[in-house]
Structures are given as C-alpha cells and as structure tokens.
C-alpha cells in the first residue's frame, strides 16, 4: 500500500491536467503549478468536464488546487510529475528547481514522451529520486505509464513509482534501459516509420494503410502482443516471414522526407485540414468523438 498523499503536477496542459484528475479521482491532494493565467484558469473545470465523461464523481476536482507559485506548489509534495512542454532545456531548468525547492525525500518524475530521463537530470544532485513517468492521452483513459528508470535512478523510487501506479489504477511498465521513446512509443513510432514509407512509394494510399491496420492486426492487438502472437505462430514462421520482409522495410536514418516536404508545404493534419488525408470540421469532430466513445467503452467493460 502506498503512502503517497501529497503530489503536485508541474504544467497543467492536457497531460497535467489528465494526471491531476488521476490521483484526485484516487483521493489524492494535488496542487497544479501552471505559468499560463488562461490555462490555469480552466483546469479545475476541465478536470470536472473529464469526470463527467467518464461518469466518475466531478467533485474530486476540489482536490486539485491550482497556482503560479512553483515553490508553494512542492513545498510538501510527497511526489512531483513534470508535465511541462517537450523541450529539454525547460525541462532541466524545472528539474534543477524543483531538486531545490521540493523536499528532498519527494521523488521527481517527467512526463516527457521520448526525451531520456538522464539527458534531463544529468548533473543534478539527488538523482536518484528523478524518474520517468509516461502517461498517455488521455491519462483517466489509457492505462499505461511507463516507469522510466535512468542509470541514476534507485531501485527503490522504482518500487515506490510501480506501487503508486497501481494503486491509481494503471498498467505500470517498468523501463529498465533510459532509451529515447522508451518501449510504447518505439514500437508506435515503427509503424508509422512504415506507413509513411509506404504511401511516399506509392504502395498505397493513406487511407488504406489506416484501413489494413484497423481491420486486421489491430483488432487483435487488445488481447495479443505482437511478441505473444509471434509465438502464436511459431517463430519458425516468423523467422521465415523476417527473411523475406525484414530487408525491404523502411530504414531511413531520420525522418521521412515526404514527411518533411508536408509540414514544409503547411499541410500538418488536422490543424490545417490537409496532412496525409483531407479533412472537414466536422470529419475532425466525428473521429475524435469516435475516439473519446471507444476509450469511454473499454474502460466500462475493463470494470465490469
Ligand atoms: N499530448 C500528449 O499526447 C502527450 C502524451 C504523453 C506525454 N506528453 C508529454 O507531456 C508533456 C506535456 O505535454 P502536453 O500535451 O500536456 O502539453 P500542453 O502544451 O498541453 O501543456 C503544457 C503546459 O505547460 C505549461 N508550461 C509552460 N512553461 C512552463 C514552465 N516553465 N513550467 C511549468 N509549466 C509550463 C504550459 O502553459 C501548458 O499549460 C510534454 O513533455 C509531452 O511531450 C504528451
């Protein structure tokens, strides 16, 4: 049982304000520090919006307390997640903070999606209480964090963050290697390595890639891993299926350059209605109430 009370989240975006919500909904006090006076505004709402979603009780947002005041924000956390913007300078300068404001029992984690957690404490005292914690989007739907563990960081923050995360409910994963997207995102981003490559020759259109995935492997990827399903198969056929097509996929260096030639010529998906496909307002609005509905549907079955 974990005994972890007090938490503050750093940055109260989209992922500070997701995480909040997770540990107020699980009884916790959280105090949000967020920079930005219109975000910091709406957080305690967007919260209760998100509860509502998925029928859970919105009062928990009183919970959350909400400030611009970084050092009142840790000053008793028992446990920080850093949630700021994706950039590694900012999330050191926060880090080298909050190792000096907050207490220096309280373990730090970063929310970064695929930074390593020892580019951002390299050199920092008490390394070994900063740690990698990765949630996805939206964080009240999608189980997985990731558990990061950076060469610095001790075995015990590890066993802490992993008994925490249960506690909230959710699939921690531990990450025993500091590698940049950590497991979820190096496998997620493989895919999408081939997707791409695979409209840029031609093969098809983006359309149908989407259309192959979700009407094939994808539906079986809830209840079997590709490692599980690789020894469905036999690894004598997998072998035999990787000699063949191992060395005709893609294997750019960097990233695609029809990708660079789209966000050269301003097409960059839904914000600007044209990315790999063409989109309408309310096409944008349909898939992503499609989505939020078939996240809402899995975590129902999931409890019953
Ligand atoms: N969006 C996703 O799907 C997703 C998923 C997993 C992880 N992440 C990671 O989570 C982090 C936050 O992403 P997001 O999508 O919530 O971004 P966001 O832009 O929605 O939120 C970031 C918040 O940080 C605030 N901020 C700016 N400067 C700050 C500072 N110095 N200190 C504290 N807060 C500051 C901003 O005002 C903003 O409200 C990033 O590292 C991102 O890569 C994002």
Redesign the pocket.
Known sequence: MDKLRQFAV???????AGIAQVLAAAGRSVTV????AA?RANVNDRIAANLRLIGRDESAAVLVQVTDD?ESAVATAQFVT?????KLE??R??FSDLVRMAPRDAILA??????PISRIADGMETAERIVGT????PPYLIPLVEVIQAKHTSDEVIGVTMDLMRALGKEPAHVRKDVPGFVANRMQHALWREAIAMVAEGICDARTVDTCVKNSFGLRLPVLGPLENADLVGLDLTLDIHRTIIPELDSHAGPNPYLEDQVNAGRLGFKTGEGFRTWTDSQIAELRASLVGHLVKIQRDLKN
Not at 110 to 115: E, G
Not at 134 to 137: A, E, G, K
């Open positions: 750093i940055g109260g975006g989209l992922m500070g520090f967020e920079p930005d975000a970084l850093e949630a700021a913007p994706e900012l999330k300068a926060i970063s929310n970064t999606s695929v930074i990765h949630w996805w989007n």
